[in-house]
């Protein structure tokens, strides 16, 4: 039988060959999966020998990464601040980029809001993973995880489970804020900002997500403005807008955030890469 050094080195040229981008990783994390060992013990055991059963199963996972689809909904999960949520292809895979989400919403609601029980909405929550981290670190919270499909939230409401916050994350379907019953201290929101044209010039792998979750409409901003005018009613006087947007959106939406709170103000906090990316909207200004 061949061992695990030999069956890591041909898996990296297989996807190598076939274009996968980062395959050497992509190569460990696959045998990683089949072999059930942690990372650090595939690189301490290379002479394990890989059974028929197990080398018939990584073919399997290869056969699926060669299509294109994402690695996440092979393994069915995706780690995201810290934790593994469950996945399925009726959801996002949440991104590195929207960790900052969370970041900044903790920031938010731990040093510069009023209210220590604070009431969140999550619109948009996909597969939850925004929800139940918000839930973890702010255990006082009320949060409300919105999203329009039952396929979508089936996925959430496992995650919630899993991860033990189910009394405090309310699962709700609907249109935007529409779904949520009363005010709020702070929205997060990484709705869909692709515009429509750029969507088949996405890679491959994307293209295989929900196009729901993805496409922005002509600017990308369709959801975002329906957003923004439901918040007129739905967010409390010192409460607080968290999107993530593309960068060059940027200054349209803060425009549009002005328009709708004029006794507001905006800032600005940049991804991992340095980009623009998360643009915070308050309904006061701060002082």
Same mark, same amino acid.
């Given at each position: 039988?061949?061992?695990?050094? $030999?069956?890591?080195?041909?898996?990296?040229?297989?996807?190598?060959?076939?274009?996968?981008?980062?395959?050497?990783?992509? *190569?460990?994390?696959?045998?990683?999966?089949?072999?059930?060992?942690?990372?650090?013990?595939?690189?301490?055991?290379?002479?394990?020998?890989?059974?028929?059963?197990?080398?018939?199963?990584?073919?399997?996972?290869?056969?699926?990464?060669?299509?294109?689809?994402? &690695?996440?909904?092979?393994?069915?999960?995706?780690?995201?601040?810290?934790?593994?949520?469950?996945?399925?292809?009726?959801?996002?895979?949440?991104? !590195?980029?929207?960790?900052?989400?969370?970041?900044?919403?903790?920031?938010?609601?731990?040093?510069?809001?009023?209210?220590?029980?604070?009431?969140?909405?999550?619109?948009?929550?996909?597969?939850?993973?925004?929800?139940?981290?918000? *839930?973890?670190? &702010?255990?006082?919270?009320?949060?409300?995880?919105?999203?329009?499909?039952?396929?979508?939230?089936? =996925?959430?409401?496992?995650?919630?489970?899993?991860?033990?916050?189910?009394?405090?994350?309310?699962?709700?379907?609907?249109?935007?804020?529409?779904? =949520?019953?009363?005010?709020?201290?702070?929205?997060?929101?990484?709705?869909?900002?692709?515009? $429509?044209?750029?969507?088949?010039?996405?890679?491959?792998?994307?293209?295989?997500?929900?196009?729901?979750?993805?496409?922005?409409?002509? #600017?990308?901003? #369709?959801? =975002?403005?329906?957003?923004?005018?439901?918040?007129?009613?739905?967010?409390?006087?010192?409460?607080?807008?968290?999107?993530?947007?593309?960068?060059?959106?940027? !200054?349209?939406?803060?425009?549009?955030?002005?328009?709708?709170?004029?006794?507001?103000?905006?800032?600005?906090?940049?991804?991992?890469?340095?980009?623009?990316?998360?643009?915070?909207?308050?309904?006061? *200004?701060?002082?």
């Amino acid at each position: 039988m061949p061992v695990l050094r $030999t069956i890591i080195q041909d898996t990296h040229k297989k996807l190598e060959s076939a274009g996968i981008p980062d395959a050497r990783l992509e *190569a460990e994390v696959l045998v990683m999966n089949v072999m059930r060992m942690a990372r650090q013990s595939i690189f301490a055991e290379q002479e394990t020998e890989v059974t028929g059963q197990q080398q018939a199963a990584l073919d399997e996972f290869l056969e699926r990464r060669y299509s294109r689809e994402p &690695l996440a909904y092979i393994l069915g999960q995706r780690e995201f601040y810290g934790i593994n949520v469950v996945l399925t292809p009726a959801v996002l895979i949440p991104r !590195p980029e929207t960790e900052g989400l969370v970041e900044q919403a903790l920031f938010m609601a731990l040093m510069g809001m009023e209210s220590t029980e604070l009431t969140i909405a999550d619109v948009g929550t996909g597969s939850g993973a925004i929800a139940i981290n918000l *839930a973890i670190h &702010l255990p006082s919270a009320k949060i409300y995880a919105v999203d329009v499909q039952d396929a979508v939230l089936d =996925v959430a409401a496992y995650n919630v489970r899993v991860h033990g916050v189910a009394d405090r994350v309310n699962l709700a379907i609907g249109d935007l804020l529409d779904a =949520v019953p009363e005010p709020v201290d702070l929205i997060v929101a990484n709705l869909p900002y692709i515009p $429509t044209d750029r969507i088949p010039t996405l890679q491959p792998e994307v293209q295989q997500e929900p196009v729901l979750a993805l496409d922005g409409g002509p #600017d990308g901003l #369709d959801l =975002v403005r329906r957003l923004l005018i439901q918040a007129e009613d739905k967010l409390n006087s010192h409460g607080i807008i968290l999107l993530e947007i593309d960068p060059d959106q940027i !200054p349209v939406v803060q425009e549009l955030a002005l328009q709708h709170f004029p006794e507001g103000s905006t800032s600005v906090e940049k991804d991992l890469a340095g980009m623009d990316r998360i643009l915070s909207i308050h309904r006061q *200004a701060v002082e």
